[in-house]
């Protein structure tokens, strides 16, 4: 055998080894790639269970939601939301069930997920059942007692552990498929390299024929052809396998963002949730006290002459309902359904004018620095809650102090410019700082400061709405918030507001709502009030003032009203009714009657109005005495006049 023929044979016997090792690593592939489809899908089977139990969670908050709104309101649409919700999360249980039947240790805990829930149901069917009938307050104590339930912590606690078992099973099976996707990638490298060693060798056996052919020439360039492809070839693999890195990146990235949106929008829901739950019963809170103040206030007036133990009383219970009023205001403000009324705002005249109110507030034992004379600019902002928010920063300073000590409150003109470390937007504003000798915050309690519903005081002392609804306010206003606290020596919360150009009247809070508003004499008014009661209050109350009043329950009804008889000094509206609500009978009459002077009358606002719908027109807040109605009436034909006239010049 000549020697080009032992190397032909050589040749042949390596490229049937070569072929061998090929067919073997090509169902290595194969294998690799089935063991990664299978570690994906085991991987997907985790990522169902997680976003299954947060749904879970979901529909169960949403349904207690809607019963509260259910029994407090008794009506039988927001009853099918809580029943369709509550049997939505049942049939998610259901899923939960079968998607967990090939592990033992969750199906166990969802059997006591299965348990707790028929509790569950049990305890929350009570109220509905007295919702049902009719019988408000025996529902409303039935939710409240298993709002108090054992099963609701433990609930929550039976679905975080099957989401942390879930999430451990995730990491074990993101490691297998990312290995399992590694050995893919090896085997698939290795198949190139074996098709590029056959190939070399079919190019080898190509030329060693060609040269027993004496055909040299054509087999070189035969080999140089087959170089090309080989090359084009290495290439084409080489951006496969980058694609398929980027890909696997790209599938960790979106279940990790997947997870953090998921886990948003659950948190979202149940904001969503309570916000809701707290308007719903600001609203209908304000609308008693507004029969409450406005009867008693008539009623103080009716008996002025009568004994004094009379007087004491109604004046107790109007002090009981103005607290009650304040509070519904904390909750309207939580829930982000009280407009602000903002105006030109001396600072340092209102903390000044508060000196009386924090001496009462505070006790003798707290002693009040109050610094204003570095103060000059005004600011545009509410000046009711603007005085709230400072007194609600000196009572949390008091009880940080434990009743004793010194606090300090100083207002002043600050400039900030772009390397200002406060990380404030750089401009002028107008920094009221409120500083305490108390017991200081940790950096964890720090942290949380401003989170609803988070306190650091006992059960009953405090809400965790205070700093918040401060946070809210300001926000609100364009400005901005900063703590420093050092524990054992003390807390400075520093509100900055933004400088306003314009100029600001001289007078404070309590001068505003103390004025004596000059005499409009007789007006004739047109009152649009949905509720029968407020309604009735209010009217008697215009009547006590002197004024002539007829009185509608809707906005199609006033717009009847004044198709017939234009001649009104004024139009009262509620802003949330039935129908066409307060802004929207204002815009569509506007054009047609503008003569006519505004006042809207609010409690809960909500979606029908926001602050532009106020624009131009004065807004009274229920609930509200007979002099503040008659200044509000006052102040709206002032506003109507000075309009009038500078549409005259």
Request: charged letters at 25%; glycine letters at 8%; proline letters at 3%.
């Amino acid at each position: 055998m000549s020697p080009a023929a032992q190397r032909v044979l050589a040749a042949a016997v390596l490229a049937v080894v070569a072929l061998g090792l090929l067919i073997a690593v090509v169902a290595m592939v194969a294998r690799s790639n089935d063991a990664r489809d299978e570690a994906l899908q085991r991987e997907q089977h985790s990522y169902d269970i997680m976003v299954l139990t947060r749904s879970l969670d979901a529909s169960l908050a949403r349904s207690e939601a809607a019963l509260g709104r259910y029994v407090v309101s008794g009506d039988r649409r927001v009853g099918t939301i809580y029943y369709d919700e509550w049997r939505r999360a049942i049939s998610q249980l259901r899923q939960l069930d079968r998607l967990v039947a090939g592990q033992p240790e969750q199906r166990k805990l969802v059997r006591k997920l299965e348990r707790l829930a028929a509790e569950r149901d049990k305890e929350l069917a009570a109220a509905a059942s007295f919702a049902n009938v009719g019988k408000g307050w025996y529902a409303i104590g039935m939710f409240n007692k298993a709002g108090e339930s054992p099963n609701v912590v433990a609930i929550s606690a039976t679905l975080e552990s099957i989401a942390s078992n879930e999430r451990t099973r995730l990491g074990q099976r993101s490691e297998d498929t990312f290995f399992s996707a590694e050995r893919a990638n090896g085997f698939a490298t290795l198949l190139s390299v074996l098709g590029l060693v056959l190939m070399g060798l079919a190019i080898l056996l190509g030329w060693l024929a060609a040269a027993a052919a004496a055909q040299r020439a054509h087999a070189a360039e035969q080999a140089e052809v087959e170089f090309d492809r080989a090359t084009q070839l290495e290439t084409a693999v080489a951006e496969r396998t980058r694609e398929l890195s980027e890909a696997n990146s790209r599938l960790r990235e979106e279940s990790e963002t997947r997870a953090r949106a998921e886990a948003q929008l659950a948190q979202a829901q149940k904001m969503e949730a309570v916000g809701q739950l707290t308007g719903g019963i600001a609203h209908d809170f304000n609308n008693m006290l507004a029969v409450v103040v406005g009867g008693l206030d008539l009623a103080r007036r009716k008996i002025a002459q009568r004994p004094a133990e009379a007087g004491v009383h109604l004046d107790g219970a109007m002090e009981g309902a103005d607290r009650a009023a304040a509070l519904t205001r904390r909750l309207l403000s939580f829930a982000r359904a009280e407009p602000l009324l903002p105006d030109a705002v001396q600072p340092a005249r209102l903390v000044a004018g508060m000196n009386v109110l924090l001496d009462r507030t505070l006790g003798e034992r707290i002693t009040v620095d109050v610094d204003t004379t570095e103060a000059h600019w005004p600011i545009w902002a509410d000046a009711h809650q603007l005085e709230n928010a400072i007194l609600n920063l000196a009572v949390n300073a008091r009880d940080a102090m434990e009743g004793a000590g010194r606090l300090g409150i100083s207002v002043a003109d600050v400039a900030i410019g772009g390397t200002d470390s406060t990380a404030i937007k750089p401009g002028d504003y107008v920094r009221i700082a409120v500083t305490d000798t108390g017991c200081g915050m940790p950096p964890e309690v720090l942290a949380r400061a401003f989170e609803p519903f988070f306190t650091t005081k006992p059960v009953g002392k405090g809400t965790g709405l205070g700093l918040s609804q401060i946070f809210g306010f300001v926000r609100q206003s364009h400005g901005d918030v900063r703590v420093d606290s050092e524990v054992g020596k003390g807390t400075t919360i520093s509100l900055y507001l933004p400088r306003y150009r314009g100029i600001a009247a001289e007078r404070s809070v309590t001068d505003a709502v103390n004025a004596v508003r000059p005499n409009t004499g007789s007006l004739s008014i047109l009152l649009v009030e949905d509720d029968p009661r407020v309604q009735a209050s209010t009217r008697a109350g215009l009547a006590e003032l002197g004024h002539m009043v007829r009185a509608c329950a809707s906005g199609e009804e006033a717009v009847a009203i004044l198709a017939e008889n234009s001649r009104f000094d004024l139009i009262l509206t509620d802003v949330m009714m039935p129908g066409m609500t307060g802004p929207e009978l204002i815009a569509t009459i506007g054009r047609d009657y503008p003569r006519i002077a505004v006042l809207f009358v609010t409690g809960y606002v909500g979606e029908a109005g926001q602050s532009d719908d106020f624009a131009g027109h004065e807004v009274l807040r229920k609930p509200f005495t007979i002099a503040a109605l008659g200044n509000a009436v006052t102040r709206a034909i002032e506003r109507r006049g000075e309009l009038s006239n500078s549409q005259a010049a």
